[in-house]
T-cell receptor
Framework: EAQVTQNPRYLITVTGKKLTVTCSQN?????MSWYRQDPGLGLRQIYY???????DKGDVPEGYKVSRKEKRNFPLILESPSPNQTSLYFC??????????????FGPGTRLTVL | KNQVEQSPQSLIILEGKNCTLQ??????????LRWYKQDTGRGPVSLTI?????NTKSNGRYTATLDADTKQSSLHITASQLSDSASYIC????????????FGDGTTLTVKP
């Protein structure tokens, strides 16, 4: 089944404790992206990757890192999480990176709470 | 100011009725405009994708329209069902930077029996 998976789905952590949220897709998509969703603010783009070893900042990249060492995986890293990073996070992928029928597929979400 | 504005913020309709959701954007130039449906606590699911040269796109009971001159899009839902209760999100992708997308805040639709 074609899908985007995220792990963990739920995470409660404390301020300053490094964490990684994994994202994997099995559709051979070039493009992957991370978003956060907060009440009243909608989805905001954190980082995106047009292909392996190519990453760029979205609208809210502060406090986050990403890597794209292989096409299927795009982990989101919080080196020193803070309470304002408490949010619902979504990973997404699509192919091709540009074009018309490039439907974007979203993962199920990771609910992160930073105490 | 958000470059993608959606209205209304929320909407309640009776099952079987039609409704129209609005999206105004200032992103320019843009590559494509998408409408998504998001159930509570789940990832968005694509409904329609349109480029600037397309005026309308249908997906079952969902029909999206686009006026690139006025930078307006609408999503029309016909014969609503209880399962249509969700948030509907308008997303505009940038033409000069295909990797960037700007999301509207969404319209929360509630369909009541």
């Amino acid at each position: 089944e074609a899908q985007v998976t995220q792990n963990p789905r739920y995470l409660i952590t404390v301020t300053g404790k490094k964490l990684t949220v994994t994202c994997s897709q099995n559709m051979n998509h070039e493009y992957m992206s991370w978003y956060r969703q907060d009440p009243g603010l909608g989805l905001r783009q954190i980082y995106y990757s047009m292909n392996v070893e190519v990453t760029d900042k979205g609208d809210v990249p502060e406090g986050y890192k990403v890597s794209r060492k292989e096409k299927r995986n795009f982990p989101l890293i919080l080196e020193s999480p803070s309470p304002n990073q408490t949010s619902l996070y979504f990973c997404a992928s699509r192919i091709p990176a540009t074009g018309v029928d490039n439907e974007q597929f979203f993962g199920p979400g990771t609910r992160l709470t930073v105490l | 100011k958000n470059q993608v504005e959606q209205s209304p913020q929320s909407l309640i309709i009776l099952e079987g009725k039609n409704c129209t959701l609005q999206c105004n954007y200032t992103v320019s130039p843009f590559s494509n405009l998408r409408w998504y449906k998001q159930d509570t606590g789940r990832g968005p699911v694509s409904l329609t994708i349109m480029t600037f040269s397309e005026n309308t796109k249908s997906n079952g009971r969902y029909t999206a329209t686009l006026d690139a001159d006025t930078k307006q899009s609408s999503l029309h839902i016909t014969a609503s069902q209880l399962s249509d209760s969700a948030s509907y999100i308008c997303v505009v992708s940038h033409n000069t930077n295909a990797g960037k997308s700007t999301f509207g805040d969404g319209t929360t639709l509630t369909v009541k029996p």
